[in-house]
């Protein structure tokens, strides 16, 4: 059974920075691309950040290129979505997912505030 913890989450004032760790498992991660998506009350869920199976490849949303970065750790089974320079409209909830097998986290809730 797939299974995706989402940590890291919390309260950070507008300029800072936040890891997200998803830690997964019931699956050979090192196989499938893992994404973050990110989703407001009421919006639509975002792609945030998608990474190949081994980390060579990822892309990023306009909206946090050059602030965000994705990467994996196979031999942890974990991925990661490291957030700087965070802005207010970065509040949100956010999600780990593989594409693959339409497989979610619970979510771990970032809110950018002073």
């Known amino acids: 059974q797939v299974r995706l913890v989402e940590s890291g989450g919390g309260l950070v004032q507008p300029g800072g920075s936040l890891r997200l760790s998803c830690a997964a498992s019931g699956f050979t991660f090192s196989s499938y691309p893992m994404s973050w998506y990110r989703q407001a009350p009421g919006k639509e869920r975002e792609l945030v950040a998608t990474v190949t199976t081994f980390g060579g490849s990822t892309h990023h949303a306009e909206s946090v290129k050059s602030r965000f970065t994705c990467s994996r750790d196979n031999a942890k089974n974990t991925v990661y979505l490291q957030m700087n320079s965070l802005k207010a409209e970065d509040t949100d909830v956010y999600y780990c997912?593989?594409?693959?097998?339409?497989?979610w986290g619970q979510g771990t809730q970032v809110t950018v505030s002073s």
């Open positions: 997912n593989v594409p693959a097998v339409n497989a």
